[in-house]
C-alpha cells in the first residue's frame, strides 16, 4: 500500500519542481548565458572569494509564487475548507490541529492532481529538457492538462460574470477563456463547492446538538453546556460510520478530472 502511494505520489511532486524550475531559469535573471549563480573572484590576496548573483534572489522570489500556484490552482482550497468546516462541526476546536490539516489537504491535493501533473511531465516538462521542444510549446502544452481540469469544476455563471466584469464578449468556446478570467471563476465556484458540502457535513451534528440541548433543557439542566455533553456522542457518531474514510473519499469523487 506504502509502495502505491509513493508511485502515485512521486510523478505529481517531480511535476511540481520541475515545472517550477522551467519558470524559475526562463526568467530574465536566468536568460543571459554566463551568469551563473556563484561567481568566483580574485581578491587582492591572490585568493578566490564566492559571490551570489541577481539569480538567487530571483529564485528565491519566484519561491513566493508557489503558496499562490498551489490555492488558485488545484485542488487545494475546497479540501481545506471542509476539513476545517468538519473540526468546527465536530466541536473539537483545535484538534486535529492545523498543521494536520494542512497535510491532509495537501497529500490529498497531491492524489487529486497526480493525472494532471503527470501529464504536464510527460508533455511539457520531460520533452523541453530533452529540448523536444521549444519553451513556448512547453507552456502551450502544460496549459492544457490544467485548463481542462479548472475548467470541469468551474461553474459557467462564474465565468460568465468575471467575462461581463472585463468585458470579454469574444468568449464562444471554453477554449476562448482566458486565465485572468478562468482562475477567479474557479476558485468562486471552489469556495461555493466547498460550502455546499460543509453544510452537508453540519446538519448532522447539528441535530445532536439540538437534541442533547432539548434532553438537558427537559431535565432541567440548563446551567449544563450541551457542547460538553454532545461531543462525545459527534465523534462516536463520526468514529462508527468511518468518517474520515467517507470525507477522504467523498472529496477525492467530487473532482471532475475528465
Known amino acids: 500500500m506504502a509502495r502505491f502511494f509513493i508511485s502515485k505520489m ?8 520541475l515545472g517550477f524550475l522551467i519558470f524559475a531559469f526562463n526568467t530574465p535573471a536566468f536568460a543571459e ?18 559571490s551570489l548573483t541577481l ?12 503558496p499562490s500556484l498551489l490555492l488558485m490552482m488545484t485542488s487545494f482550497v475546497r479540501i481545506i475548507i471542509v476539513l476545517s468546516l468538519l473540526r468546527q462541526a465536530l466541536g473539537t476546536a483545535q484538534t486535529p490541529p492545523n498543521q494536520v490539516l494542512l497535510g491532509l489537504a495537501l497529500f490529498l491535493t497531491l492524489f487529486i492532481m497526480a493525472p494532471v501533473l503527470s501529464s ?30 479548472m475548467l470541469n469544476q468551474t461553474r459557467e455563471t462564474d465565468i460568465a460574470m468575471f467575462a461581463e466584469i472585463a468585458g470579454n464578449d469574444e468568449i464562444e468556446t471554453p477554449a476562448d477563456v482566458p486565465f485572468s478570467t478562468l482562475v477567479p471563476a474557479f476558485i468562486t465556484s471552489e469556495l461555493k463547492s466547498a460550502f455546499a458540502i460543509g453544510f452537508l457535513i453540519y446538519i448532522p451534528f447539528v441535530v445532536i446538538d439540538l437534541v442533547v440541548a432539548s434532553v438537558l433543557m427537559s431535565m432541567g439542566m440548563m446551567m449544563l453546556s ?7 456522542f459527534k465523534l462516536m457518531l463520526f468514529v462508527l460510520v468511518d468518517g474520515w474514510s467517507l470525507i477522504m473519499g467523498s472529496l477525492a469523487a467530487s473532482f471532475v478530472t475528465a
Open 10 to 17: 512521486l510523478p505529481a511532486i517531480k511535476t511540481l519542481m
Open 33 to 50: 548565458a554566463g551568469l551563473p549563480i556563484v561567481n568566483m573572484v580574485e581578491n587582492d590576496a591572490g585568493g578566490t572569494e564566492y
Open 55 to 66: 539569480q538567487l534572489i530571483a529564485l528565491m522570489t519566484l519561491l513566493t509564487l508557489l
Open 120 to 149: 504536464v511531465y510527460d508533455d511539457a516538462i520531460t520533452p523541453y529538457f530533452e529540448e523536444k521542444i521549444s519553451f513556448d510549446a512547453a507552456l502551450v502544452a502544460a496549459e492544457t492538462p490544467m485548463r481542462n481540469f
Open 226 to 232: 450541551p457542547m460538553m455533553i454532545s461531543m462525545p
